[in-house]
């Protein structure tokens, strides 16, 4: 059995999971609800408190579907009762992110400043020059967070550009002059 597969998915107080025809999941909690169609092949079912979900036979792809589900299942339960939170770090002389209303104007460098809008069910705030991005589908708050990375990914030279708060830059040595 798969090491992740075979955990079972606790459903904290305050969240409903629906299981409908051709594993069509349902989600409600306090922040929100999400829904989604997972493989037809793996059998979901809700135990008490619990939902576990079991594959059919051992071939490869049954196994990579298994672990697949199962956490696709606990995103969604984890994001509709606590959410999910990525943190950006703008570094930079001149370097500047604002709000205003759903858009995110950055000033990086650039002749125009870039406006992004935030996407659907997403939030983000902005403190001093760190970007923050709420939501409750893991999914879209990591790919907006990508998206705005991708605007001025951080250079290996001076460090500088749009990080993820906890990422790690590699320097490299700069250019040496002639003596």
Same mark, same amino acid.
């Given at each position: 059995?798969?090491?992740?597969?075979?955990m079972p998915i606790a459903v904290p107080?305050?969240?409903?999971?629906?299981?409908?025809?051709?594993?069509?999941?349902?989600?409600?909690?306090?922040?929100?609800?999400? @829904?989604?169609?997972? &493989?037809?092949?793996?059998?979901?079912?809700?135990? $008490?408190?619990? +939902?576990? =979900? *079991?594959?059919?036979?051992?071939?490869?792809?049954?196994?990579?579907?298994?672990?697949?589900?199962?956490?696709?299942?606990?995103?969604?339960?984890?994001?509709v009762s606590e959410g999910y939170k990525?943190?950006?770090?703008?570094?930079?002389?001149?370097?500047?992110?604002?709000?205003?209303?759903?858009?995110?104007?950055?000033?990086?460098?650039?002749?125009?400043?870039? @406006?992004?809008?935030? &996407?659907?069910?997403?939030?983000?705030?902005?403190? $001093?020059?760190? +970007?923050? =991005? *709420?939501?409750?589908?893991?999914?879209?708050?990591?790919?907006?967070?990508?998206?705005?990375?991708?605007?001025?990914?951080?250079?290996?030279?001076?460090?500088?550009?749009?990080?993820?708060?906890?990422?790690?830059?590699?320097?490299?040595?700069?250019?040496?002059?002639?003596?």
């Open positions: 059995m798969s090491r992740i597969g075979k107080a305050g969240v409903t999971v629906e299981i409908g025809e051709n594993n069509h999941v349902v989600v409600k909690g306090a922040k929100g609800t999400l @829904e989604r169609d997972l &493989p037809v092949e793996m059998t979901i079912k809700k135990e $008490g408190e619990e +939902i576990i =979900v *079991t594959r059919p036979n051992d071939l490869k792809k049954m196994k990579s579907l298994h672990g697949l589900t199962r956490t696709l299942i606990h995103n969604m339960v984890i994001g990525k943190e950006l770090e703008i570094n930079g002389v001149g370097y500047r992110a604002a709000k205003e209303g759903k858009k995110l104007v950055l000033s990086l460098g650039y002749s125009h400043p870039v @406006e992004i809008t935030d &996407p659907e069910g997403l939030e983000s705030a902005v403190a $001093g020059n760190k +970007i923050t =991005v *709420t939501g409750i589908d893991k999914e879209k708050v990591g790919q907006y967070a990508a998206e705005i990375r991708e605007k001025r990914k951080p250079e290996p030279y001076k460090g500088k550009g749009i990080r993820y708060v906890d990422e790690v830059v590699k320097h490299k040595v700069g250019k040496t002059g002639k003596k």
